[in-house]
Nanobody, 127 residues
């Protein structure tokens, strides 16, 4: 059974940085796209960033492009999200996710292609 455990959230001031980690177990994650979503109060969950299984191609939402960096360590079954220059509007619960199916490079930025979720980690940015 797939399990995803996020860590690294917290409270930081605007302009600060955080590094989120997601430890995955219960599968061979090197063949799956992995992503980070976030959900702010009163808003829908959105795909923030994703990384492909094969060539580590990446996707970033326009709102985080140039500030966030996603990476993965397949040997450790871990995906990271380095978040710099944080803004109050980045405040949300951040969720790690794994694609529903393996070998799906083309669906990297399709939110509906992700089907497994962690419990989330709270990120709060103060102004």
């Amino acid at each position: 059974q797939v399990q995803l455990v996020e860590s690294g959230g917290g409270l930081v001031q605007a302009g600060g940085s955080l590094r989120l980690s997601c430890a995955a177990s219960g599968g061979t994650f090197s063949i799956y796209n992995m992503g980070w979503f976030r959900q702010a109060p009163g808003k829908e969950r959105e795909l923030v960033s994703a990384i492909a299984w094969r060539d580590s191609a990446t996707y970033y939402a326009d709102s985080v492009k140039g500030r966030f960096t996603i990476s993965r360590d397949n040997a450790k079954n871990t995906v990271y999200l380095q978040m710099n220059s944080l803004k109050p509007e980045d405040t949300a619960v951040y969720y790690c996710s794994v694609a529903r199916s393996p070998f799906k490079d083309a669906n990297l930025n399709d939110p509906l292609s992700y089907g497994y979720w962690g419990q989330g980690t709270q990120v709060t940015i103060s102004s």
